[in-house]
Structures are given as C-alpha cells and as structure tokens.
C-alpha cells in the first residue's frame, strides 16, 4: 500500500486553559445616595467659580455717548462757518461738563496738598453743665444750754441715772454674727429670757425708767422739738426748749427755718455742714 504524503499545516499550539473561577458579580450602577434635609451640597458650591467684582469705570475715561454726540456736532458746525477741517484731536477728545466737573474735585484745593493729607475737623465736646450752689443760711444759735442753778443738779442726776442702767440687747446676739447689737422682744415659746430667768439677760421694764424731773432732757439742757416747717417754730419756747430740723425738709425750707429761728433766738440742735 502506498502512503499518501498529505501536507498538513503545523497545528497552533493551545493555550493553558484558564482555572474556572465564580464570575465577578457585575458593577451595580452607582446610585445617588438620599439627599439630606436642611444641608446644602459643598460639591456645588465648591464648583461654581467665584465672581469677581466688576470696577465701574471712572467719570473721567468714559462719557455718555450722547455728550459725544453733541460735542461732535458743535465741532462739525464751527467748520461749516468757517470751512475748515477740524482736527482729529478736537473730535476724538471733545471736553464735556461731566469731564470737567470730575477733573475739578480730583485737585486738591491748595497746591502742593493732596486731599488725603487734609486733617480731619475737630468735633467740639458739650461742656457739662455747672450746678449752681444754693445759698446755705449760717446758725447763730446753737449749742449747749446756760443752766441755772435749779438745773444744774437735775443734769448731774440725769447723767448718774443713766449709768448704772444695763444695756439692753436683743436674744443671742453674741452668738450669730448677722445680729445687731439692738433690742429686739424675745417671740419664743419656749425662750427663757420672755419668762423673765436672770442668766438669760435683762428685759426692759418700768422700773428703769428716769425720774420725771430729768425724763426727755437732751444732754444740751434743752427739751427738743422736731419741726417741720416754719410755722410750728412759733409755738417753741426758746428758754426751755430747742428745735431739731426734720430730715425730710429740703434746702429751700431749711433756709428759712433758720431764718425765723435767728429772729426768734431759738437753738437748732442738728445743724449740718457749712451752717455754723
């Protein structure tokens, strides 16, 4: 048997085969996450160029378009009478009021001085106005009392009197240091200085009272009178007696108090600064 010589072609060489592997799952199409309520996105304001602000152009550089009109036309109206050309110059740079007035207020108005250099105006302070004192009326009398020998031993029992008087404070002052040292009534149920104990403290009484004779003396010798406006100065007795201005009256009222009392001769027992 023959054998047929067939001419094959050489056979491509196969390639490995790739190892079977779990297909990747496909890419899900991105989805736009949920807008938050109340928030803006910085993307976009990030994004959006920022705009710069537009310089307006001066007076000077750039005039209306209808002064430029006019100005032409009053060049080209000149010519005509006279029948020359006019120059280039005159119409491209026409001069306009607006130009004007603008080259005006950008000189300074002294040669030699910018206007930035002008100092300011001084702003004038209000003076504060000055209270004019009132008249004080001076106190001719005032002071202790002459006594007369009936009197004299009155006023040294007074003194002695008061003396061997105990102090009257109210309960457990020494012992808070937010009470003061006056007298206040004991109030409780069970205090013993209400019941009257000894230890406890003393409690006002009558029997501590003055004499008659000396009760409501002042230590000047005289029996003070309060008074209020001068017409209560009248009813005072000036041997016996001395007045003792009430805290509420003014200047005004003062004054003339002290006037009427200079002319009744009677003492006034508190006189304030710059009276005497």
Do not use: C
């Amino acid at each position: 048997m023959t054998e047929k010589k067939e001419s094959k072609a050489p056979k491509k060489a196969k390639k490995p085969a790739k190892p079977k592997h779990h297909a990747a799952p496909k890419a899900e199409k991105h989805k736009a996450a949920p807008k938050k309520k109340g928030v803006k996105h910085k993307k976009k304001a990030e994004s959006a160029p920022k705009e710069k602000h537009k310089v307006a152009p001066k007076a000077d550089d750039v005039a209306k378009p209808e002064e430029k009109h006019k100005a032409v036309s009053k060049a080209e109206k000149v010519v005509k009478s006279k029948g020359e050309k006019p120059s280039t110059e005159e119409i491209a740079k026409p001069k306009t009021d607006a130009v004007s007035k603008a080259e005006k207020v950008a000189k300074p108005k002294e040669e030699g001085a910018s206007p930035d250099e002008e100092k300011p105006k001084a702003v004038k302070k209000k003076k504060p106005k000055e209270k004019k004192e009132k008249p004080i009326e001076k106190i001719k009398f005032s002071g202790k009392k002459e006594l007369s020998k009936d009197e004299k031993p009155l006023m040294k029992r007074r003194f002695s009197e008061r003396k061997g008087k105990p102090k009257f404070m109210r309960q457990e002052f020494n012992k808070l240091k937010r009470l003061d040292e006056k007298w206040r009534r004991p109030r409780g149920i069970d205090s013993k200085r209400a019941v009257g104990q000894k230890s406890k403290g003393a409690v006002p009484a009558i029997g501590y009272g003055k004499t008659a004779s000396v009760r409501g003396i002042h230590p000047s010798g005289y029996y003070p009178v309060i008074v209020r406006n001068p017409d209560e100065l009248k009813t005072i007795k000036s041997e016996k007696e001395a007045a003792i201005i009430s805290a509420s009256v003014g200047r005004k009222k003062r004054n003339l108090i002290i006037k009427l009392a200079n002319e009744l001769r009677i003492a006034i027992l508190n006189p304030k600064k710059g009276e005497l």
